[in-house]
């Protein structure tokens, strides 16, 4: 079946800009994350949905970040007047289970996000 | 809030040279330990998880073993192909927290 599928892969904007941010998790996964990688940085978290709840935004980064989930499937980061220091890699995530969850999180292949 | 540290972040072997990484954790409680593979340009894959001290996995070339406070990855016999940086993370309750990982080359 097919994995978790992000875009775009690339998206260049220019400093004050919005952006919007897709992920499609893999069919039947309830629970979706937002992480960011950054040059030199480790993943960070960024917001945790089940189904179309998020329990947890608490990474969101400013007021500036904000997503949804729609159908208990695709979702959208969207970045709201851009800053340099968003430049970074969006990498979304889905897991079968539900809350409290062991079982493995896996990865899309991100979005590569430069901000001018 | 729970800590992941790698070491060493970068590592350079020659084909056939065995080496293990490291990851050392605090984490109150270990939900699971995670080992993802990335490849540049691509998101991390999935390689093992752990959960409890004392457990081990393998995968081809690749052995994780995990204590109560630190997971090792060996690898045996690496090829050129192995190259990549492996991120180690831990579970907490709803996220995962990664450490920044070692970035492996394998010449030939």
């Known amino acids: 079946g097919a994995g978790v599928s992000q875009s775009p892969s690339n998206k260049v904007t220019e400093k004050g800009k919005d952006v919007e941010l897709r992920c499609d998790p893999i069919?039947?996964?309830?629970?979706l994350y937002w992480y960011r990688q950054s040059l030199g940085q480790g993943l960070e978290f960024l917001i945790y949905f089940q189904g179309n709840s998020a329990p947890d935004k608490s990474g969101l980064p400013s007021d500036r970040f904000s997503a949804e989930r729609t159908g208990g499937s695709v979702s959208t980061l969207t970045i709201q007047r851009t800053q340099q220091e968003d430049s970074a890699v969006y990498l979304c995530?889905?897991?079968?289970?539900?809350?409290?969850?062991?079982?493995?999180?896996?990865f899309g292949p991100g979005t590569r996000l430069t901000v001018l | 809030e729970d800590q992941v540290t790698q070491s060493p972040e970068a590592l350079r072997l020659q084909e056939g040279e065995s080496s293990s990484l490291n990851c050392s954790y605090t984490v109150s409680g270990l939900r699971g330990l995670f080992w993802y593979r990335q490849d540049p340009g691509k998101g991390p894959e999935f390689l093992f998880t752990l959960y409890s001290a004392g457990e081990e996995k393998e995968k081809e070339r690749l052995k994780a073993t995990l204590t109560k406070k630190e997971s090792f990855l060996h690898i045996t016999a690496p090829k050129p192909e192995d190259s990549a940086t492996y991120l180690c993370a831990v579970q907490e309750p709803e996220r995962l927290v990664f450490g920044k990982g070692t970035k492996l080359t394998v010449n030939p």
């Open positions: 995530a889905s897991r079968f289970g539900g809350r409290g969850g062991r079982d493995t999180q896996y």
């Open positions: 069919s039947g996964h309830t629970a």
